[in-house]
């Protein structure tokens, strides 16, 4: 006997008891275990039973494949006496074999309970959400400027436009997730949303800490190098929402991607800066918490950089310099 | 106080101002004897819309005309863009330079100008002596001045006579003539903001003037000679604003709670203690620059140096003060976007990086641009804060304008090197 069970967040939502020979899956009418969903194929998977009593899950040409755990497969194996879990688009199915006289359990839907832990599930994770942000503002030293005029309402301020803007950009990804025909739930994508903001809490406190240890140069770098891995994790990583299998090859391709468009951004950046010859400063001045400053260099030697900068641009002057004028007749 | 004295040429339109002329026989005699020696100086575009320029000038001898080198510097930059011309009450003149001297801003014209010369005097005088001064404020009409010779003025590294007297826009390139009837010196600026205290040219550098080689009024020419007095006057800029500094005998003044090396004499500094009470820092202030520096067409200000020195202290946490300083770096740097091309300056170059001497250490920014027309100088902009102490930090603005790298590196090194926070941390 095989059940194809349709999970909804981990639960059981429907249960369709087969005894033997093929069941199809699809959106179809003809499907022996119908599916609406747009991520599943009209005919998208068979469950068949082979000559030695094995029971199997196979991709019956679907558009979005049929996975497990391992990724994408054309068919695997439900175990005897077991469970496999796949999923078909973006629908979760589990799969079970028992002898024939045993009796296959149903398990409960038990939808209201569910959705109130899932509601209070979300509700945790737009505080973890909000408490990042509030993070990042209290250690940003210009917080606590003694220049800062209220501190209160600016506090207030940004921890209300969080709350706000935190689950409208929860919902606008999944929104484009939905586009590309994969449901995320509002859980999934508020987790992300924490996740990635307490990430950014990490490297500005890697950023500062590296700031004490590293000459001002090395620790500009450091910073190009954080702000634009974290700006391609996090990219990466909220289009990897909702995705059933932990594709490690997605995720890489994402932050290729995003690598590549960052890089040809930066470049252009720092072209349009050149032509638009923007001064580059930096006002950093980092915090000497116990009388550290962080490495420095000898005055002398700075000053011998401004000199060859002086060069460099005496040397931009001159080509800026018109030649020579044309004698008079 | 940058900008507070104002060249005297007119520039562009008419500006309604009443000019000012004692009644008295004696001044009636003497408008009546230099009313032809007295000449206003026009710069006129050959042909599209550049301004044009309105100044005065007085005959030295007999074909040559005293003005102002900023009356006539739009024409020394583009002389093939301006035609000078010179008029009085027999006529309008044209006219050809035929020397200038930037540093005292001075210009030596010749026109057909019927009029007699007026006699030098060998020395401005004593202070206290009267003055007259004429020329042709806001193309009005010849009008004369009285005044008082006060010496000359004590800041600065270019020699201007002090005066108590009412010169207006368009006067500049005037005579300054002594009880005897002798020139004492040329009109030249104004105090801004002040009342009726005007600076004059002493005679001595028209009679330097007179001697000078004819320049070729070329732009090659022009251009060559301005290069050529502008590093004469970096020279000067260097020996009386820095070289004391750099030869300094370790004479410190305390600026709030920082102790900074006292500036030479030829700098004009005013000072500034706040507290602002509810942020509960403690801000002092300290600013010098250098009067009278020459103004070059489209480049501005050349020779300038301006020097800024700031303590802060607070009784707050460091975290925060320091938040709060980053925010304060960048307000007296004044550097900004210079796209390659604009004719003028180079794009800025600019170097960070935090730097220790004996007593700080600092975060320094500096920014350099080289001058296109005027090989070896620049502008440079420098801020540096310090970091070395929690709650209490010197932060130093410097600004030097149409100087050389050497100049300006030489101040950054004697100002960063010695200033130091003077109580315990």
Redesign the interface.
């Known amino acids: 006997m095989i059940a194809i069970r349709l999970l909804v967040d981990g639960a059981v939502v429907r249960e369709g008891v087969f005894r033997e020979g093929s069941a199809l899956i699809g959106r179809g009418p003809e499907s022996d275990f119908p599916v609406v969903d747009p991520s599943v194929s009209r005919r998208h998977a068979r469950v068949r039973t082979d000559e030695v009593g094995a029971v199997w899950i196979e991709d019956a040409g679907s558009r979005n494949g049929l996975r497990t755990g391992s990724g994408r497969v054309e068919r695997a194996a439900v175990p005897a006496g077991g469970t496999l879990r796949c999923w078909l688009g973006a629908v979760e199915l589990e799969l079970a074999v028992a002898g024939a006289d045993a009796t296959v359990e149903i398990a409960a839907p038990a939808a209201s309970a569910h959705g109130a832990v899932r509601a209070l599930k979300a509700l945790a994770l737009w505080a973890a959400g909000i408490a990042a942000w509030a993070g990042l503002i209290l250690i940003d030293p210009g917080f606590w400027s003694p220049w800062e005029q209220d501190r209160l309402a600016k506090f207030s301020w940004v921890a209300l436009t969080v709350s706000v803007f935190l689950p409208v950009v929860a919902f606008v990804l999944i929104g484009l997730l939905r586009i590309v025909g994969r449901r995320a739930p509002v859980g999934d994508a508020l987790r992300a949303l924490a996740v990635v903001s307490w990430g950014w809490v990490l490297l500005v406190l890697l950023d500062s800490a590296a700031s004490y240890a590293l000459r001002v140069p090395a620790h500009a770098m450091l910073e190009a190098v954080l702000r634009n891995g974290g700006a391609i994790v996090t990219i990466a990583y909220l289009a990897s929402v909702g995705r059933a299998g932990r594709g490690r090859r997605f995720f890489a391709v994402w932050a290729a991607a995003v690598a590549v468009l960052l890089v040809g951004f930066n470049a252009a950046g720092r072209l349009a800066a050149r032509q638009a010859g923007t001064p580059q400063l930096d006002y950093d001045l980092g915090v000497p918490i116990g009388g550290g400053t962080g490495p420095a260099s000898g005055l002398d030697a700075y000053l011998e950089g401004v000199r060859a900068d002086f060069t460099v641009a005496e040397q931009r002057a001159e080509e800026d310099r018109p030649t020579s004028h044309s004698a008079p007749p | 106080m940058r900008d507070r004295w104002l060249p005297l040429a007119l520039a562009g339109a008419l500006l309604p101002t009443a000019g000012s002329a004692e009644d008295g026989r004696a001044h009636e005699a003497a408008f009546e004897r230099f009313k032809d020696s007295v000449v206003t100086v026009e710069v006129l575009p050959l042909a599209g819309e550049a301004k044009s320029v309105l100044g005065s000038g007085w005959a030295v001898a007999d074909r040559r005309i005293v003005t102002n080198y900023h009356v006539v510097g739009s024409f020394i930059q583009h002389p093939d863009r301006y035609g000078l011309r010179v008029k009085n009450g027999r006529g309008t003149f044209a006219a050809k330079l035929v020397a200038f001297d930037l540093i005292n801003d001075l210009a030596l014209l010749e026109a057909p100008v019927p009029s007699a010369p007026l006699r030098l005097a060998g020395d401005p005088g004593r202070p206290g002596a009267p003055l007259i001064a004429f020329g042709n404020p806001e193309g009005l009409g010849l009008s004369l001045v009285e005044g008082v010779f006060n010496g000359f003025a004590e800041k600065g590294f270019i020699d201007r006579m002090l005066l108590s007297m009412p010169l207006n826009s368009g006067m500049s390139g005037g005579p300054i003539l002594s009880a005897r009837n002798e020139v004492v010196g040329t009109n030249v600026a104004v105090s801004w903001r002040s009342n009726s205290l005007s600076f004059g040219v002493p005679v001595s550098a028209v009679h330097a003037l007179l001697l000078a080689a004819p320049v070729a009024a070329?732009?090659?020419g022009l251009s060559a000679d301005v290069n050529r007095q502008l590093a004469v006057l970096e020279q000067r800029a260097f020996a009386r604003a820095i070289e004391p500094l750099l030869q300094g005998t370790g004479t410190l003044m305390a600026v709030g709670g920082a102790l900074v090396p006292r500036p030479p004499d030829a700098f004009e500094c005013w000072n500034q203690t706040q507290m602002?009470a509810?942020?509960?820092?403690r801000k002092t202030s300290f600013n010098c620059n250098l009067q009278f520096t020459p103004t070059l067409e489209e480049v501005g200000e050349v020779a300038s140096i301006e020097i800024l020195v700031e303590h802060f202290a607070?009784r707050?946490?460091?975290?925060?003060?320091?938040?709060?300083?980053?925010?304060?770096?960048?307000q007296h740097?004044g550097?900004?976007?210079?796209?390659?091309?604009?004719?003028v300056?180079?794009?800025?170059?600019?170097?960070?990086?935090?730097?220790?001497?004996d007593h700080l250490?600092?975060?320094?920014?500096?920014?350099?641009?080289?001058?296109?027309?005027h090989?070896?100088l620049?502008y440079?902009a420098?801020t540096a804060?310090s970091?070395?102490?929690?709650r209490e930090a010197a932060y130093l603005a410097l600004h030097g304008r149409g100087v050389g790298?050497s100049t300006f590196?030489s101040l950054?090194?004697a100002l960063?090197?010695e200033i130091r926070l003077a109580g315990a941390?």
């Open positions: 070329t732009e090659e602002e509810r942020e509960e820092v607070t707050t946490s460091g975290f925060g003060f320091y938040g709060g300083l980053a925010k304060h770096a960048p740097v550097v900004q976007a210079r796209p390659p091309g604009n004719g300056l180079s794009p800025p170059e600019c170097r960070a990086d935090r730097v220790r001497t250490v600092w975060k320094v920014n500096a920014c350099s641009y080289a001058y296109v027309h090989p070896g620049g440079f420098l804060t970091v070395s102490r929690p790298a590196l950054s090194r960063l090197k941390p």
